[in-house]
């Protein structure tokens, strides 16, 4: 079935290093990709976000890439902190209809950022 | 802090029970979303409302119910109560019921457990 799922589901890296985390989704309707980080215990917390119109967008320190061609989004965070450690989830919203709204989440990746 | 508030932080109850979740969007956000996490579902979408009506349904449950009230809060009632419930509940919000149109802002959780 269509779903949004990340390859890899742990990611540790070292402090100062740059991280990299993927997401794959299936459905080409999708037209809105969100990232979201969730801490322990708290809830997800928005990133950045990137529309079908565009294959790149940077915040701070973060920078989100979409590729329609093979339905992949990936978020790239510079310089990775301790404070980064967290679950990431993309999301993406798919077009039209009851859909409208509503955002299908992947299954998230736990980045570790090793001292 | 989102500006999105839940209420209780946590819940314990009994197989069979009922309880209410609150939420208080955004101040000035019309759209309210419930989502359910738990470890073997991660984040799945249950129900969106935006201005005091249903817009959009997922996997919700007949046993739950929602229902927007005319100062934008919102409660989502979960009946019959089973084991397999437990499990952290969201609340989010956002100023358009467009998901494209801008982020979700998600509140803190209730952690809701049942035995």
């Known amino acids: 079935g269509e779903s949004v799922g990340l390859h890899l589901p742990t990611l540790s890296v070292q402090e100062g290093d740059n991280s990299i985390i993927n997401c794959a989704y299936s459905n080409s309707a999708s037209d809105y990709f969100i990232w979201y980080k969730q801490e322990s215990g708290k809830g997800p917390q928005f990133i950045i976000d990137?529309?079908?119109?565009?294959d790149k967008r940077q915040g701070q320190r973060v920078t989100v890439l979409l590729n329609k061609t093979v339905k992949h989004l990936s978020l790239q965070i510079a310089a990775t902190q301790p404070g980064d450690s967290a679950v990431y989830f993309c999301?993406?919203?798919?077009?039209?209809?009851?859909?409208?709204?509503?955002?299908?989440f992947g299954r998230g990746t736990q980045l570790t950022v090793w001292p | 802090d989102s500006g999105v508030t839940q209420t209780p932080k946590h819940l314990i109850t009994a197989t069979g029970q009922r309880v209410t979740l609150r939420c208080s969007p955004r101040s000035g956000d019309l759209s309210v979303y419930w989502y359910q996490q738990s470890l073997d579902q991660g984040l799945q979408f249950l129900i969106q409302?935006?201005?005091?009506?249903?817009?959009a349904k997922g996997n919700i449950l007949e046993r739950f119910s929602a229902q927007q009230f005319p100062d934008l809060h919102s409660e989502l009632n979960l009946s019959s109560l089973e084991l397999g419930d437990s499990a952290l509940y969201f609340c989010?919000?956002?100023?358009?019921?467009?998901?494209?149109?801008?982020?979700?802002?998600f509140g803190p959780g209730t952690r809701l457990t049942v035995t």
């Open positions: 409302y935006y201005n005091g009506e249903e817009r």
């Open positions: 990137i529309r079908s119109n565009m």
């Open positions: 989010a919000s956002s100023a358009t019921h467009l998901g494209g149109s801008g982020e979700q802002y």
């Open positions: 999301a993406e919203n798919r077009a039209g209809g009851s859909t409208l709204g509503r955002l299908y």
